[in-house]
């Protein structure tokens, strides 16, 4: 069933569609929306979950981290500072290997105050063990929430995932989604049944103090996860392409074949970056678009793949590292390590600004006027 | 792709208007997309939403800079807010005003065709909001239908039932009735 | 980006025109939220017991400890603590416009 829909709609109707038996969440702009649809989804009895009220967004994870480890497929969503506050809590998840699902909307951290979009909340979260996707439309929203648990759920995965949609240019916009029905959906996704649990019957311990014997051992299986993760990644996109008809991956390559210039993005900003390739493509310039979904597990292999046949390539990122450059650009450059590519980093559409077609179009222009560098501003009033 | 840019003052409902066209699009197997322009919303703030139809899947996510169609619910933003700039040549400008079309020049656009109907009058007819601030976001929309022929009239009326929570009938009706009425 | 306050133009062209943090271009008096305002508190002064828990609450601060205590109409925002937390119904609101 298609529907025309907000991001924040897709992100609600997915965790509906996953059929989550508990939802925590504290409302924050522009994520409200999202535990405002659950609630009254819960509410009228649509979903057979648990609605937990909490007072801050760092007892909203716990909550579903105390839910999730007592064998419950939960859900979650928050934005920005809500996130930051939630951020001990994401170690908690990710180390317990509770694959939990949250959807986060990408805002940026004051000060200044702002509610628009930018990737800093989510990148700062980066190394707490988590699966991060970032989606370019609503429908991606949905359908990664569905695979997300099934990746996460996976014995030799055991990981949770954040969905990463853009403040208000997909929270608040509407998109053509299709729902699918509930049955494929049921089939695709089965049940959640965690070996290992909290059981009054089997009393174990979880979290306990953990010494240096064993703890260097434990992130060393955090990592063997999150390398397995890559190929169930592949795995269920595959699956979900047969059932559904819809292709995923790590990331996604648009008209890199040819292209002499491979521009790399992800979110909503990967959307616009087609359209602006098609149109210099008319132009005649070999320009294509690579999309990297996944931040973590990072695709080093699918991204060198593509970029290899490169001549130059420009990475945009929506954040920056400060002290640093661009985010996404210095993953993108490790992955490279070796190859002789020149490579540029850019800035673009920090807190919101709009980055539009004739922005993307200038990224090229600047390539070819200009030597590599590291920090490019597209559009800072200098 | 055809692009359409709503202008209006908080309140008006541009935004759902944006919401209610796309709405009426997808019923008619369009691919859609619509959106307000992200501002801090406060009554009577200039305020503008996009709406972009499309026989094919829309990926672009920024603000529309070249639209093809101009919606202004209030004329009073005519001079004050740079409403044309971009605006496609041939591009149509439907304005909410009492004033025939001729009374309207735009310096900057090439060449606009312009339509204009009294939507504050027909929605209070049809006691959509009050003298001072009619509600004119339903009305307007039977006028784009009339415009730009995107959308038949049904189903933007079907559209406005099913956005609308409260006096569903007389929303769809006061589109009928622009649709009726536009001049241009 | 022109914005006029008072008589007094502030030009924010370029990065270097802003502070280096997000504080606002001078003094906020300019910034008169009465606008804001849907409802007017009143207070009334032959019910007012001058206990000032108006004026501890008001989060604006609209509400000068005066003898009685009066509302700043400049700057209130009409949001109606004072009425909802004086103890003695000594503030009422009026529909603003009226």
């Known amino acids: 069933m298609k529907k025309v829909l907000t991001g924040n709609f897709a992100a609600a109707y997915g965790a509906t569609a996953a059929k989550v038996d508990v939802v925590s969440a504290y409302p924050i702009t522009p994520q409200t929306t999202i535990v405002e649809i659950l609630s009254e989804i819960v509410a009228d009895g649509l979903l057979d979950a648990d609605f937990i009220k909490v007072e801050s967004e760092h007892s909203a994870m716990a909550a579903c981290i105390g839910a999730q480890a007592v064998g419950a497929r939960t859900f979650t969503a928050t934005s920005a500072q809500g996130l930051a506050l939630m951020h001990e809590m994401l170690h908690w998840a990710a180390r317990g290997r509770l694959p939990i699902v949250m959807a986060n909307v990408n805002r940026a951290m004051a000060p200044g105050w702002s509610i628009w979009a930018d990737v800093t909340d989510s990148v700062a979260q980066r190394d707490t063990g988590w699966m991060q996707v970032y989606c370019e439309n609503n429908q991606e929203v949905f359908d990664t929430i569905l695979m997300s648990y099934k990746v996460g759920e996976y014995e030799d995965v055991l990981l949770p995932t954040l969905v990463n949609l853009d403040a208000f240019f997909l929270s608040h916009t509407s998109q053509v989604v299709d729902l699918y029905d509930e049955k494929t959906i049921d089939a695709f996704l089965p049940e959640y049944n965690p070996k290992i649990k909290l059981d009054v019957k089997d009393p174990r311990s979880f979290g306990a103090l953990t010494s240096p014997e064993h703890y260097y051992e434990f992130s060393y299986k955090m990592q063997i996860a999150q390398e397995n993760a890559r190929s169930r ?25 040819d292209a002499e210039t491979v521009l790399v993005d992800y979110g909503t900003i990967a959307g616009t970056a087609k359209d602006a390739v098609d149109r210099m493509r008319d132009r005649g310039e070999r320009v294509g678009a690579l999309k990297i979904r996944y931040l973590r597990p990072f695709p080093v292999k699918e991204v060198c793949r593509i970029l290899n046949s490169a001549r130059q390539v420009g990475v945009i990122d929506r954040a920056i590292s400060f002290g640093h450059e661009g985010p996404f650009f210095t993953e993108v450059k ?19 600004r709009d ?18 560098s590291n920090i490019i501003w597209i559009g800072v009033k200098k | 792709m055809i692009e359409i840019r709503f202008h209006g003052r908080g309140g008006q409902g541009a935004v759902k208007a944006s919401d209610i066209l796309a709405m009426a699009a997808f019923a008619e197997g369009k691919m859609v997309q619509a959106f307000p322009f992200f501002g801090v919303e406060r009554r009577g703030a200039p305020v503008t939403a996009f709406t972009r139809i499309s026989e094919d899947e829309i990926r672009i996510h920024c603000y529309i800079y070249e639209p093809d169609v101009l919606v202004i619910l209030d004329p009073t933003l005519i001079g004050a807010v740079p409403l044309t700039d971009g605006l496609k040549p041939g591009g149509k400008i439907i304005i909410n005003t009492t004033r025939p079309p001729a009374d309207f020049t735009f310096p900057k656009a090439d060449d606009p065709k312009v339509f204009t109907v ?14 001072e601030a009619p509600i004119v976001n339903t009305a307007i929309l039977g006028a784009v239908a009339k415009a730009t022929n995107l ?25 009928k009735e622009t649709y009726q009425k536009l001049q241009g | 980006m022109v914005k006029k306050k008072n008589s007094e133009v502030i030009v924010i062209e370029k990065a270097d025109d802003m502070p280096p943090m997000p504080a606002s271009m001078g003094s906020m008096r300019h910034n008169k939220t009465a606008s804001w305002r849907s409802i007017r508190p009143i207070i009334l002064e032959e019910k007012c017991k001058r206990c000032m828990i108006c004026w501890k609450f008001c989060p604006e601060p609209a509400i000068f400890p005066t003898d009685p205590p009066a509302i700043d109409y400049e700057y209130c925002k009409g949001c109606g603590i004072c009425i909802e937390e004086c103890p003695f119904d000594a503030i009422v609101s009026e529909k603003e416009g009226k």
């Open chain 1, 233 to 257: 990644i592949k795995e269920v996109s595959a699956e979900f392409e047969k059932r559904f008809g819809r292709k995923y991956d790590l990331i996604e390559a648009y008209r890199c074949e």
């Open chain 1, 334 to 352: 490790a992955a490279m390590y070796g190859s002789q590519i020149p490579i540029w980093g850019f800035l673009a559409g920090l807190g919101g």
């Open chain 1, 355 to 372: 980055v539009s077609i004739a922005d993307i179009e200038s990224v090229v222009t600047h390539m070819k006027q200009n030597e590599p």
């Open chain 2, 118 to 131: 009294d939507c504050s009058s027909i929605a209070l007819k049809h006691r959509l909001g009050s003298k």
């Open chain 2, 151 to 175: 959308v038949s009239i049904n189903s933007i009326m079907e559209a406005v039932k099913e956005k609308i929570p409260v006096n569903k009938e007389e929303n769809a009706l006061a589109a």
